[in-house]
Every structure is written in structure tokens, then in C-alpha cells.
């Protein structure tokens, strides 16, 4: 089994500072892990994925994370927020030892950033 | 086309009806996954296709719930006697599944409400 956890339903943050969008998860071979964004009335857009290599990793829009295997955490950051960030964002994980596994997602972090 | 492309956008019924839910993924992309967003959660996996075939159909929540993909490319979600519990966002995405570390595209959705 595997699963998401987004410990915060959400995150405010004023608009220049930096943001932390928290992810836990949990998977039995190795994790492939992934941050989706959703704006109001629209699907999920991809953000960034980690495969392997180096625990961080830089996306779109800005975004990085950070990959941390000791403590099964998957952190959304952004060195300097803008209002359009506004959104909710989820978290998802594979098990990468089962071709064609199902991403499971997180709950969701609503992100509001505030001029 | 250049995205997922889902119809209908929005479909009201009244409980007892047949629905059905198209999806028309990126040209090429050979996995197709359903997911279900109720309001306020993360989408909830319910089948994914690798060709024509339903790989995994493990998160179909019973079985006045169906899809197919007769040829490996459109999908349909078919819901049976539909109930209001079964209102949500019903999203489609598809794959490259290039190694299993492939992100999916998401469709935007189509919104379901069973009056």
C-alpha cells in the first residue's frame, strides 16, 4: 500500500516571502514522487517529479523540492512567493518497483499568498 | 490533440440515471487512468488501461461503475443507477508510462451531479 500525507489543509504566506508546502508519504519499494497544482475549475498541472539523483529538484513556475529519504518527506518550496501562486497543491507518490502503478495523491494544501 | 480532452465539462442527472464519460487522451500516450475529486479532497484512483486492456481496476468503488478503451485510445466511464453520492469531478489523465517514470497529464474534468 502506499499513501500521502499533506499535514496542512493550508498555507498562508505574504506575497516576496518564502513558501513550504509540506508532504510526507509512504511506499514499499522505491518512492517516485511527484507535485501537481490545480487553479480554480481547471485539472491537475504537473510541477516537478523526483525519479532518482539529486534530492532536489527544480520545476516550473519557480518551484523546487526536496527529496528526503530518511524522513519520507517530499517538501514544495519557493524562495519568493507571487500572488498568482494562489492555488491548491497536491502531492502523489508510485511505487517505482511496479511498472504501471497508480499515483496516489494526497488531500491538498491550499497556498494563499496575500499582496 | 494537445491535451486530454473530457466530455462532457459538466453533466447534471437525477439519481437512477446511465451516465457516460468520455476521455480523449494525448495522441500516442498508452496508459489512461480515471480518478474521482470529491470537493475538498485529492483525486482517488479508480482504473487504469495500458492499451485496451484495464490494467488495474482495483479503485472502482462497485460495479455500477465501468470503463472501457475498445481501441487503446478514447475511454469511456460508465456509471450505472447513479446515486448522489457518486457527485464529483471525474478526471482523466493519460501517459507515456516511459519507465514507469512518466508524469500524467490530467484532462480537466468532467463534474458530475446526480440531483
Known amino acids: 500500500a502506499q499513501s500521502v500525507a499533506q499535514p496542512e489543509d493550508q498555507v498562508n504566506v505574504a506575497e516576496g516571502n518564502p513558501l513550504t508546502v509540506k508532504c510526507t508519504y509512504s511506499v514499499s519499494g522505491n518512492p517516485y514522487l511527484f507535485w501537481y497544482v490545480q487553479y480554480p475549475n481547471r485539472g491537475l498541472q504537473f510541477l516537478l517529479k523526483?525519479?532518482?539523483?539529486?534530492?532536489l529538484v527544480k520545476g516550473s513556475y519557480g518551484f523546487e523540492a526536496e527529496f528526503n529519504k530518511s524522513q519520507t518527506s517530499f517538501h514544495l518550496k519557493k524562495p519568493s512567493a507571487l500572488v498568482s501562486d494562489s492555488a491548491l497543491y497536491f502531492c502523489?507518490?508510485?511505487?517505482?518497483?511496479?511498472?504501471?502503478?497508480?499515483?496516489?495523491f494526497g488531500g491538498g494544501t491550499r497556498l494563499m499568498v496575500k499582496p | 490533440g494537445a491535451g486530454v480532452s473530457q466530455t462532457p465539462s459538466n453533466k447534471v442527472t437525477e439519481k437512477g440515471k446511465y451516465v457516460e464519460l468520455r476521455c480523449d487522451p494525448i495522441?500516442?500516450?498508452?496508459?489512461l487512468y480515471w480518478y474521482r475529486q470529491s470537493l475538498g479532497q485529492g483525486p482517488e484512483f479508480l482504473i487504469y488501461?495500458?492499451?485496451?486492456?484495464?490494467?488495474?481496476d482495483s479503485g472502482l468503488p462497485n460495479d455500477r461503475f465501468f470503463a472501457v478503451r475498445p481501441e487503446g485510445s478514447v475511454s469511456t466511464l460508465k456509471i450505472q443507477r447513479t446515486e448522489r453520492g457518486d457527485s464529483a469531478v471525474y478526471l482523466c489523465?493519460?501517459?507515456?508510462?516511459?519507465?514507469?517514470?512518466?508524469?500524467?497529464?490530467f484532462g480537466e474534468g468532467s463534474r458530475l451531479t446526480v440531483l
Open positions: 489523465a493519460s501517459s507515456s508510462l516511459a519507465g514507469n517514470t512518466g508524469e500524467l497529464f
Open positions: 495522441s500516442g500516450h498508452t496508459a
Open positions: 502523489a507518490v508510485r511505487d517505482g518497483g511496479n511498472a504501471g502503478n497508480m499515483l496516489t
Open positions: 488501461f495500458q492499451g485496451t486492456g484495464a490494467a488495474d
Open positions: 523526483y525519479i532518482t539523483g539529486d534530492n
